[in-house]
């Protein structure tokens, strides 16, 4: 009999814990469960990304927050042009939160000699490596891009990044100010902008023009807004005697690749890379950079014809990203 009454007793105790179901036969929530967590359970993983890098980010449209990381350190001359930093040598990392997680994509750029070590870190941090290229061609000293992917807990990957970045000289300590003597010089971006028929903005001495996709691009299923870098960039500084010089790169689909290079070479701009940057994205994409110098307007005229080739939004562009994606 005691038996008995205890069995009953722990049948009546598990049944008071079962969740309870409603008229309609469907459970009922837990009216005390917690709200969905933050990636990583942190609600402030912006500002924990931004004190692991030592760089304060910039929250862009889709959600997005970026990190520029510009290679004020290096002196890199093409053609006789000095590059400015947020002109070709703008590393970057970007963040989007994805299923209690974050979503990393950037690009670093490297010297020759920082490639293996930046490579071994990132990997020993299970940070992957989708691509490692060239952007431009003739540029002294050589520099290459190196671009990363990954999802997990901010401060995790945000850990991982310094470590493998500080196997660079890249800056990491503040935020990187243009110098005084890096000016427009009289360049007429507005000229530019009627041609181009996009809009810009000036961040130093560079005008940044960014134009996404029209359609939506996804990654292992999950879709990835423009300012993670599938975006077309079109940066433009001054070279001297009134003359500007333009690089960038166009995000493109297979069938726009012959029509976009072939509309570039014949306005007299150079293609000087065509690879991917990502592994698993649909469509898929290619990413064509390029490299122009000359009159503003004429430059303009060419890249607009190469964008008329492209299956880009029809309005006005998003604002460009702190040091491009060059």
């Known amino acids: 009999m005691h038996i008995r009454t205890t069995l009953r007793i ?5 049944v008071a814990l079962m969740p309870q179901a409603g008229a309609s036969g469907q459970t009922q929530p837990n009216a005390t469960a917690p709200a969905p967590s933050a990636p990583g359970g942190d609600p402030d993983w912006r500002n924990t990304i931004a004190e692991v890098l030592g760089k304060p980010g910039t929250d862009m449209p ?14 890199v001359t093409l053609d006789g042009v000095r590059l400015l930093p947020g002109f070709a040598l703008g590393s970057w990392v970007a ?37 490692l290229h060239n952007h431009l061609v003739r540029a002294q000293p050589a520099t290459m891009y190196l671009h990363v992917a990954g999802l997990g807990e901010p401060r995790r990957i945000a850990v991982v990044l310094r470590t493998a970045v500080q196997e660079s000289a890249t800056p990491l300590e503040g935020a990187a100010s243009p110098s ?41 299923g999950a879709e990835v807004p423009p300012a993670m870098g599938l975006g077309t960039v079109i940066n433009l500084q001054a070279a001297g005697n009134g003359r500007a010089a333009v690089t960038g790169d166009f995000v493109l689909t297979a069938p726009e690749v012959v029509p976009v290079q072939r509309a570039l070479v014949e306005s007299g701009i150079e293609v000087t890379a ?19 110098v000359g009159e503003p307007e004429g430059l303009a005229r060419g890249l607009r014809t190469a964008l008329d080739r492209t299956n880009s939004r029809r309005t006005d562009a998003a604002p460009g990203r702190d040091g491009g994606r060059r």
């Open 95 to 131: 963040f989007h939160e994805h299923g209690g997680q974050v979503m990393l994509m950037g690009d670093l750029v490297l010297l020759e000699s920082e490639i293996a070590p930046v490579m071994r870190r990132l990997a020993e941090g299970g940070v992957e490596v989708t691509a």
């Open 180 to 220: 005084a003597e890096d000016r427009m010089e009289g360049l007429d971006t507005a000229a530019f902008t009627q041609a181009l028929g996009r809009e810009g903005r000036v961040a130093g001495a560079v005008y940044s023009v960014s134009v996404p996709r029209a359609e939506a691009v996804q990654e292992n």
């Open 10 to 14: 722990v049948l009546l105790s598990l």
């Open 274 to 292: 065509i690879h991917n940057h990502m592994l698993h994205e649909q469509p898929r994409l290619f990413f064509m950079h390029f490299w122009g």
């Open 62 to 75: 889709g959600e997005v927050y970026r990190v520029a990381l510009p290679r004020t350190d290096l002196q």
